[in-house]
């Protein structure tokens, strides 16, 4: 096991423990499926204490690096990120860095045109059948006049991923998850009130028979044009708000 004993200084045991571990995860100086020293003895070979070896092998189990088994063959094993594990890390830290205001909504909006853009091209040159099955089958729902607020916007995160899916394209996939399952979410929750339904479900129509008629340009440009519109109505939603705080101007 190629794993660097000696690079440990105090302070943030665990966690140095757990990125030096990661790293050779990473690098592939840990094999998939190795089994890992016992607590007992990485906690001698690190210098530390069993509870904080215990602490950084509870990190890398949650990022899904590694799995521990019972029984006489058992121990605590490595795995191999994987495209989903990855996408998953990424959405997460990206859902924090939201919640915190790391990000503010001119990035956001910016993001979401150029990169929903691209898989807009991308889509319309490689979706499949079942790709516009699934885009038309959103959009049906979507004009369900009974659907609740929640649905819908539900269904706008999932004609978007499908969107995503359709490009055949397994990094940007990957990169837009983050895209996906934390941003569109986050400027949905602040327009529902203010959204045109009617407006997003013609939009939603026009990009798929565009990437239906495998029309790279138009796609590109009627979901730039979308997600501009969104813009609009995000701009109307925070006025709103801000208008109904205490000491804002009342309507």
């Known amino acids: 096991m190629a794993l660097q004993y000696d690079e440990i200084v105090r302070g943030g045991l665990a966690r140095q423990v757990s990125d030096l571990i990661r790293m050779a995860i990473l690098e592939g100086r840990l094999a998939l499926d190795e089994r890992l020293p016992t607590e007992e003895e990485l906690a001698r070979r690190f210098g530390i204490s069993r509870p904080t070896v215990r602490e950084a092998l509870k990190v890398l189990a949650a990022q899904n690096l590694i799995r521990s088994r019972r029984g006489p063959t058992g121990g605590t094993f490595v795995n191999r990120p994987g495209a989903a594990g990855a996408a998953r890390a990424i959405t997460d830290a990206a859902t924090l860095l939201v919640g915190m205001g790391h990000f503010n909504i001119d990035e956001i909006v910016t993001a ?25 089958s959103e959009i049906a729902l979507q004009q369900d006049q ?74 590109e440009q ?15 939603a925070l006025a709103r708000r801000n208008a109904e705080k205490p000491g804002g101007e009342s309507r």
């Not at 807009?120 to 490689?126: D, E, G, K, S, T």
């Not at 929750?189 to 997003?200: G, K, Q, V």
């Open 112 to 136: 979401r045109v150029e990169t929903e853009a691209l898989c807009c091209r991308l889509a319309a040159l490689n979706r499949s059948d079942g790709d516009l099955a699934a885009l038309a």
């Open 146 to 219: 009974a659907l609740s607020d929640g649905d819908f916007c539900g269904s706008d995160v999932r004609f978007h991923r499908t969107v995503v899916q359709a490009t055949g394209n397994g990094p940007l996939q990957m990169m837009m998850h983050a895209m996906i399952e934390s941003f569109i979410p986050i400027t949905n929750m602040l327009i529902y009130r203010d959204h045109e339904r009617r407006r997003t479900v013609a939009a939603h129509e026009q990009i798929r028979a565009a990437i239906g008629a495998r029309d790279a340009d138009k796609a």
């Open 222 to 236: 009627l979901m730039r044009g979308h997600v501009r519109g969104m813009r609009v109505v995000l701009d109307q």
